[in-house]
């Protein structure tokens, strides 16, 4: 029994385990085997154009919802109102940090140069 045969043709973000870690996955459902679902994702490579299409086996699947194209395109240049602002920033580097075991990105700043 195909589970997800209802997304058949649409465009789905798909995030699926892949050892210890999840990863996200986005393109056209054009398949459903009954144990795996395939995806494929059209694009141009040196104007050349290209596909990709992978397997990604059920119990692998942690999430998979259909999205909307258009809603996903982004904008081509950022208002102010949109600018992140640094408090913000900060609370995602510390998040990043806290996730990654402490590891955390210092900005660089120039040193003064001495004699």
């Not at 059209?42 to 809603?71: M, S, T």
Request: proline share 5%; net charge neutral.
């Amino acid at each position: 029994m195909a589970r997800y045969s209802a997304f058949l043709g649409r465009s789905v973000e798909v995030q699926y385990r892949a050892g210890d870690i999840c990863l996200p996955a986005s393109g056209t459902f054009v398949g459903d085997s009954g144990r795996s679902i395939f995806l494929e994702q059209h694009y141009e490579q040196h104007g050349q154009p290209k596909n990709f299409r992978w397997e990604i086996p059920y119990q692998c699947i942690v999430r998979l919802e259909e999205i909307d194209v258009f809603a996903r395109a982004a904008p081509l240049h950022a208002t102010r109102a949109d600018a992140v602002d640094l408090s913000s920033q900060h609370s995602l580097q510390a998040s990043a940090a806290h996730a990654s075991g402490g590891a955390a990105l210092v900005p660089l700043t120039q040193r003064p140069k001495t004699a």
